[in-house]
């Protein structure tokens, strides 16, 4: 079963610290994006990443940073956490050499910022 | 920017009823994307509509992508307490590298009194 693994579930941290959110998929995908989630905003894209090392900025990349040193893995950095960071982040990958190229999302990381 | 909204926000409904949410992009699009969320999961992707006028059907779900290409919908039939979740529409961007990346519209819940 192909899976995009987020390495927590729950995190808390405090305000000030760096924060590593990790991504894995073992689908080859090409494309991997990080989205944070909030009631009633939706789904708001922070970054995405089409191919090894490269990156570009979604709608709402402020306060956050990524890393792409392997196809499978695509890390989300808060270089400095703050409160209006606390979120449910979703990771997700797709590819665009497959039909329905969908995106498969991870099961999401609940962060608190205190 | 693109932007995709979605109405209408919250739906409830006897199981049973029909139920049907509604995209609409500010710009024509070349795919359009379903996907569904179960409470405290993760959006999954459902179904990707490319052509205009194209309906496509799963099960008791049926999904429109209108012929201009800038609306779509998607309607459930006799509605079951399976179906609660949070439904979204998505669409690419339509530049360049951009192309993969989804913008998501803000969900329509859908909750089903049994």
């Known amino acids: 079963d192909v899976k995009v693994t987020q390495s927590s579930r729950y995190l808390v941290k405090r305000t000030g610290e760096k924060v590593f959110l990790e991504c894995v998929q073992d689908?080859?995908?090409?494309?991997m994006f990080w989205y944070r989630q909030d009631p009633g905003l939706g789904l708001r894209l922070i970054y995405f990443?089409?191919?090894?090392?490269?990156?570009e900025k979604g709608d709402i990349p402020e306060g956050y940073s990524v890393s792409r040193e392997k196809k499978e893995r695509f890390s989300l950095i808060l270089e400095s956490a703050s409160t209006n960071q606390t979120s449910m982040y979703l990771c997700?990958?797709?590819?665009?050499?497959?039909?329905?190229?969908?995106?498969?999302f991870g099961s999401g990381t609940r962060l608190t910022v205190v | 920017g693109q932007q995709v909204m979605q109405i209408p926000q919250y739906q409830h409904v006897q199981e049973g009823e029909d139920f049907t949410t509604y995209c609409n992009s500010s710009?024509?699009?070349?795919?359009i994307q379903w996907y569904k969320q179960r409470p405290g999961g993760h959006p999954v992707f459902l179904i990707q509509?490319?052509?205009?006028?194209e309906v496509k059907k799963q099960k008791r779900l049926t999904f429109q992508f209108g012929e201009a290409k800038k609306n779509s919908s998607l309607h459930i039939t006799a509605t079951q307490t399976t179906d609660v979740g949070t439904y979204f529409c998505?669409?690419?961007?339509?530049?360049?590298?951009?192309?993969?990346?989804?913008?998501f519209g803000k969900g329509t819940l859908l909750t089903v009194n049994p």
């Open positions: 997700a990958s797709s590819s665009p050499g497959t039909p329905n190229y969908g995106y498969t």
């Open positions: 689908m080859d995908h090409e494309n």
């Open positions: 990443s089409y191919d090894v090392k490269m990156k």
């Open positions: 710009t024509t699009l070349s795919n």
């Open positions: 509509l490319v052509k205009s006028g």
């Open positions: 998505a669409g690419p961007g339509n530049s360049g590298g951009s192309n993969y990346k989804l913008t």
